[in-house]
């Protein structure tokens, strides 16, 4: 059974960086489709970036194209989330998840396997 874990969350002040890791447990990611999502108070879950495990494309949500980099690190079996030039609007828990069947997807339904999530706060 995979299991994920996030870390690297925390509080930063806007315009500053962070780096958020997924490690797996149980599983090697380079065989999933891996996606970030947030959620923020109050607010649906929302898609954030997504690689896939063919060739490893990436997609990524408008709001944070240029921002944020989602990577992998097979020898690690880690997924990270690089996100630069941070906004207060992107405070939320962050979740990683696996889509065991696919390549990835902006739609959270297709992913089977999701993290506990780990918060970042953006001060202002």
């Known amino acids: 059974q995979v299991q994920l874990v996030e870390s690297g969350g925390g509080l930063v002040q806007a315009g500053g960086s962070r780096r958020l890791a997924c490690a797996g447990s149980?599983?090697?990611?380079?065989?999933?489709?891996m996606g970030w999502f947030r959620q923020a108070p109050g607010k649906e879950r929302e898609f954030v970036a997504a690689?896939?495990?063919?060739?490893?494309?990436?997609y990524y949500a408008d709001s944070v194209k240029g921002r944020f980099t989602i990577s992998r690190d097979n020898a690690k079996n880690t997924v990270y989330l690089q996100m630069n030039s941070l906004k207060p609007e992107d405070t939320a828990i962050y979740y990683c998840?696996?889509?065991?069947?696919?390549?990835?997807?902006?739609?959270?339904?297709?992913?089977?396997?999701w993290g506990q999530g780990t918060q970042v706060t953006v001060s202002s």
């Open positions: 149980g599983g090697t990611l380079s065989n999933y489709g």
């Open positions: 690689i896939s495990w063919t060739i490893g494309s990436t």
């Open positions: 998840a696996a889509d065991l069947r696919g390549s990835g997807s902006a739609r959270p339904q297709v992913y089977e396997v």
